[in-house]
Nanobody, 124 residues
Framework: QVRLVESGGGLVQAGDSLRLSCAASRSTFGRYTMGWFRQAPGKYREFVAA????????NYADSVKGRFTISRDNAKNTLYLQMNSLKPEDTATYYC?????????????????WGQGTQVTVSS
């Protein structure tokens, strides 16, 4: 089992940048494909980005392509999400997730472990 703890959320203005982190409890972190999802108030949780264990494959939602970058440091058991040019519509609770499969799936049901989330609020 993997325990995931997100951090780095906060209140920023439109156009600002923010970096989220997700610390994993397992030293086998590098074996997991990792993803970021988000849920805005009154909306379903949606896919943001995913990365495979070797960092050789990434996958992004169209809404964040070119603005967000997912990365990982397997030596530190940590996943990151660099968010640039933030928009009010990026306001949501952001969750990291881990899956034991190798594909960078955008489907929530493919992920086995979830963090508790970190709030990101972007003011206009």
């Amino acid at each position: 089992q993997v325990r995931l703890v997100e951090s780095g959320g906060g209140l920023v203005q439109a156009g600002d940048s923010l970096r989220l982190s997700c610390a994993a409890s397992r030293s086998t972190f590098g074996r997991y494909t990792m993803g970021w999802f988000r849920q805005a108030p009154g909306k379903y949780r949606e896919f943001v980005a995913a990365i495979n264990g070797a960092s050789s494959i990434t996958n992004y939602a169209d809404s964040v392509k070119g603005r967000f970058t997912i990365s990982r440091d397997n030596a530190k058991n940590t996943l990151y999400l660099q968010m640039n040019s933030l928009k009010p519509e990026d306001t949501a609770t952001y969750y990291c997730a881990a899956r034991e499969g190798r594909t960078t799936s955008s489907q929530q049901y493919n992920y086995d472990y979830w963090g508790q989330g970190t709030q990101v609020t972007v003011s206009s």
